[in-house]
Each structure stands twice: as structure tokens, then as C-alpha cells.
């Protein structure tokens, strides 16, 4: 271990993060967890405690192996991933298992699953890294720069979109900021944007006149309408949101400490969606603040990493990457202090998963690893590490 830990290359602030965010995973996981397991696992309290701590692990390992290949190797890489992408996505469309009335996963052995839009996600937003690295010197063309960009994007999001529209719609907003930076033509990325809301319309309309096409729209539309009419939605509909806030209230500004939340027997799902309620009722409003702050200074650190680094390929990389991620974040912060629908997405590194947490590392690790590509001397490296 010791071995491991001294060859941890790249920014060590993004490693420092990674590692609270983890202890704080754990400790809410446990938390969240004890009654659960404790009902369903004859009593073993700490079951999916230690089955979250074994991914967290190999997360871990997953960012470390990642992080010691050099970043231009994903560009091929990460292209054919894509090619494999695509078509995972159908199959599960057909052959997934139905949750919640919608088949966003694969079956796996040891009873985990595979979310098929994880491996999409990151292979399109590396893909158009490539794609927008290479065609800087005609970035404001049609025909050979924007519309190789827009099509996978339209149709990667497009086979997302049944069964999950908040992934759909987050990794069409990045895309569409990874567009910006690499200087696309804004008359086409707003053309791009009029494209996906049309295309979002046309499919809803296909669903009220067929709603066993897209048995989700009646969610979305429930999920809307129980945010924007509070006071006359039926009070079962909106469970979730009332036992957060519930959370929320009796949190304060310092919380009950870990493993006094008493919320956690209430609401549903406080190990995933609903896991910063659980939080902001364990540690308060510091260690909330305290958390939004560990993301955007991850943040931060991609940034910085952007602007030193000397290659497109690998700028575009790490601020689409580290963009999708803390945008992910905010989101899921914001569904559990009700600032805006319930979207069903996990907190990155802190949610309890499987593959979700895997491709978290991924991405994490290949942001470290154009970090550790930055051409500095010394003395640039030490004012880089301790900035």
C-alpha cells in the first residue's frame, strides 16, 4: 500500500479530495444502510457498508491504473469504447432489467449491475474531446467539423433519454459546453439546441398518444408537476422531497453527528439519491458547505490542470470530464434541498454503487492523468501542487 500511495502522480489535491469524499461515502453509506441491512441481511449491520468499502476499493485501483497511462492513448482508446457504447445502449433497451418502469441495466455476476449510460457518457464526452482537438483549424465548418460532432452526441443521447432523461439531458448540456470551449459556431450550437428540444416534444407527444412507448414521460411529468404545484399535489407524490427537508430541518448548522440520523427509517432511497439529505442531517450545514466545497474545488483543480496543460486533446479531456462530474453533484445537492425536480441521479464518490463509482474512477483517474503530463519545472511543480 505504502508503495501504491508513493507512486500517486498528478495533482495530489484532486488525490486529497478523492480520499475525504470516500471516507465521507463510507460513513453515510454505513449510516443510511444499518437499519436496511440489519432488516434484510439477518441482522449484519455493516453488509453494505463492507460491500461499498470493496467497490470504493477497487475505484481506487481503477483511478491509480488509469491515471499511470498516458492520456494520449485514450483517444483510440475511448473511440472504439464509443462503438461499443452505442450498441450496449439498444441492448439494454430490450434485454435490460426493468426498474421502475424503465431498463437502464445489464445484469452482472456477484448481483451487481451495469449501467450502460455510465460507459456512454464517458466515451462521448472523450469523444468529442478527440474530435474537437483535431478539427481545431476548421472548428467553424458544417460539414466537416460540427456535424461529425452532432450526430453521436443526438444519438447517444437519444437512446439514454428513454430510460433516463435527467443523464440525457446533463450529458447534452456538456456536451454543448464542451462545443463552446472548443469554439464551435454558436449559430450551430444553438441550432444543436433547438434540434434537442424539438426532438424532446416530438418524443413526449409519442408518449401521450402511446404511452407504452415511453412508460417513464408520466414520471417525468409527475416529477414536474409535484415541483411546480406544491400545494395542491397529492402529499404521497411528494414523500420523498417532505422526508429531505425533514432531514434538512433537523440537521441545523452542525447535524446529529454520524449515525444519528433518524430520517434515514423514512426515506427512500438515503443511500443514493436522497444521500445528502442524509448528510446535511448527520454533519449540518458546515459539513454540507464543507462538502460543496471539496467539489468545487475539485473543480477548480481541472481548471487550472486546462490552463497548464499544453494540448488540446487533453484540455478538452479533463474540463469535460471534471464538468460532467461536479455538474452531476449540483444537481443531486439541489434535488435534496428541493431547488429543483427529483432527478433520481447519485451524489459522484459519495452515493452508494457499483459501476456508477467504477466510471466515477475512470474519469477521475484520466483527468490525473493529463495532470501528470503538464510540462513544468520544479519550481512551477511545487507552486502548481501547493496553489
Known sequence: MSKILGNLRGDRVIWVIVILLSIFSLLTVYSSTGTLAYKYQSGNTEYYMMKHLIILLFG??????????????????????LYIAVPLLILTLFVGLDLNEAKRVLP??????????DLAKITLILYLARLLSKKQDNIKDFKS???PLMIPVLIVCVLILPANFSTAAMLFVTSLVLMFIGRVNLKYIFSLIGIGIVSFVFLLLIANAYPEVLPRAD????????FMDKENIDPDKN??????????????????FPGNSTQRNFLPHPYSDFIFAIFLEEYGLAGGS?????????????????????RNFGAFMA???????????MINMAVA??????TGQPLPLISMGGTSIWFTSISLGVILSVSREIDTSPEKIEDYVTA
Open 108 to 117: 452482472l455476476p456477484f448481483n451487481l449491475t451495469f449501467q450502460t449510460s
Open 239 to 256: 414523500y420523498q422531497v417532505e422526508q429531505a427537508k425533514i432531514a434538512i430541518a433537523e440537521g441545523g448548522l452542525i447535524g446529529k
Open 290 to 310: 464543507f462538502l460543496v466545497l471539496l467539489y468545487m474545488i475539485l473543480f477548480y483543480r481541472v481548471v487550472r490542470i486546462v490552463t497548464k496543460i499544453p
Open 60 to 81: 481506487f485501483l481503477i483511478m491509480y491504473l488509469t491515471h499511470m497511462v498516458k492520456f494520449t492513448y485514450f483517444s483510440r482508446i475511448f473511440q472504439i469504447a
Open 145 to 147: 467539423a460540427f456535424l
Open 219 to 226: 414520471t417525468w411529468k409527475t416529477r414536474i408537476v409535484s
Open 337 to 342: 434541498v428541493n431547488l429543483i425536480p427529483v
Open 319 to 329: 474540463v469535460g470530464l471534471g464538468f460532467s462530474l461536479v455538474f452531476q453533484a
